[in-house]
């Protein structure tokens, strides 16, 4: 399957590759509760972010050229400002990497004392609010300001629910099963302080990541954007994608992978 341009297409293309998402995620959820098979989680999570990366994310577009040679053009900004923003997530991504490999080193095969009914819940929030961010960015790419405002509304909602399902639920609940943010000597310290630390830098990045969200929507209700000129909606887009490419590693390293330790 490939990239499409044409409206209705495309939108198809973003349900097909949600379609996938969701069934590799019930499959990641019954394997885990199953049996623990480490590296047929891994394999899905990476299929599942190679899925976001290529239809989501868009990283093909690295490689698109201008045939405008003018530095001051628009087409010309726009690629420059999209290899500095893939630049950027680069850089970012070696902090996750570096939580990652935190969880992996205190931890090992086990896992913290969480609700997996839940985990699976805000996971799949996310990944909706991931599909409805493609349909605005899609709707925008063809002069739909208004399919654009509707489906970064529905975005907002998914995603502040996401937000207060991990920081005012998921954390209570943790809390409520002994987790505490310390690196200290108890049975739950380093498994509380690598939970923390990872939910919470995420969540920092669900944050900054909504209210980018409602200045472009602010801006696309003032009609700057166009389908010529969106530049300003694809980093949105791109941004909010990447925050759920980075819970699509955490969530089965956190809620799936591991002996749980109670």
Known sequence: MTHTQDKSSALGQGVLIFIYLTVLTALEYFIAVTFQAVT???VVAVIKAALVMYYYMHIYKLNETSDDDDVH???YKTGTNRLGLWLFLLSDTFVFAGLMATRINLLGF???PLNQMLGLAVTAVLLLSSFFMNRGETSMAHGDTKGFLNNVVVTFVLGLGFLIGVV?????LAAHEGLVASFGDTVHGPM???FYIMTGMHA????TGLIFLFVVWNNARKNIYSAEKHWGVEAAAVYWHFVDLVWIFFYPALYLIGKLIA
């Open 73 to 75: 053009s628009y087409a």
């Open 204 to 207: 920092f990045h669900v944050l």
């Open 110 to 112: 086990t896992r913290p």
């Open 168 to 172: 005012f639920v998921e954390w209570r």
């Open 192 to 194: 509380g302080g690598v």
């Open 40 to 42: 047929i989680l891994i």
